[in-house]
């Protein structure tokens, strides 16, 4: 195959992103419309340049670069996330001749969509079954402060979190107090510290839980 034959080919309609490099020297000898859309570039502006530079703006070969796998095995192909482009790819690599050079041929299918549905329904049934778990726990345990402490075990660890709390309103709806806590391995309770909470301390996560439904914290100290 020429390098005038790649370029009259069907690559450049296809919705993949495609292109070719020279294997002694990183050159790009060849990108289609996808690949050139992708990278924001000119076709003049990326042929001829390394690939590393064309594609990704860097000054030296990329750490994942499989051109010297491709060089033992002649085909290589692996799922990765792009971070630059914010793509998840399947990428695939094949050594070709081309005007008689050893050339790495890549073809990057996007799968961005399929990731993020499969990321969806895998956390839908994480929730899914969390809950269970929730439900099964009131109904077992007898004691209902053991219940509940073990409600927020399981509750922290669906959020990875380090500590679970529930907080009760005073009667007159100024304080409130946190009546059960659940703490990592290691971490300090903080309950104590936690009793007669004035109101006004909290005012910020009642417009956050009424807007967003829950409130993100990164540190107790600095909420309280």
């Known amino acids: 195959m020429t390098k005038e ?10 919705d993949e992103i495609i292109y070719a490099t020279q294997m002694d020297n990183y050159k790009l000898i060849y990108a289609n419309n996808m690949t050139l859309k992708i990278i924001g570039k000119s076709e003049k502006d990326a042929i001829d340049v390394p690939c590393y530079k064309a594609l990704h703006d860097r000054d030296i070969p990329c750490p994942g670069c499989c051109s010297d796998i491709i060089k033992k095995k002649n085909y290589f192909e692996r799922d990765e996330y792009v971070e630059k482009f914010d793509l998840y ?4 690599f094949r050594k070709v001749k081309i005007d008689d050079k050893d050339v790495m041929l890549c073809m990057f299918t996007d799968i961005t969509q399929i990731k993020k549905a499969t990321s969806q329904i895998e956390k839908k049934l994480r929730t899914e079954a ?53 703490c990592y391995k290691g971490v300090t309770p903080q309950k104590d510290f936690l009793q007669n909470v004035d109101m006004q301390a909290i005012s910020r996560w009642i417009e956050l839980f009424d807007t967003k439904g829950e409130v993100c914290i990164s540190a107790v100290s600095q909420e309280l």
């Open 5 to 14: 034959e790649l370029k009259s080919s069907l690559l450049d309609d296809v």
């Open 89 to 92: 790819l399947v990428e695939k």
């Open 130 to 182: 969390t809950l269970v778990k929730c439900i099964r726990t009131l109904y077992e345990y007898e004691d209902i402060g053991d219940a509940i402490n073990k409600l927020l075990e399981n509750l922290a660890g669906y959020y990875k979190a380090d500590r679970a709390y529930i907080f009760e309103f005073s009667d007159d709806g100024n304080t409130l107090d946190n009546t059960y806590e659940w």
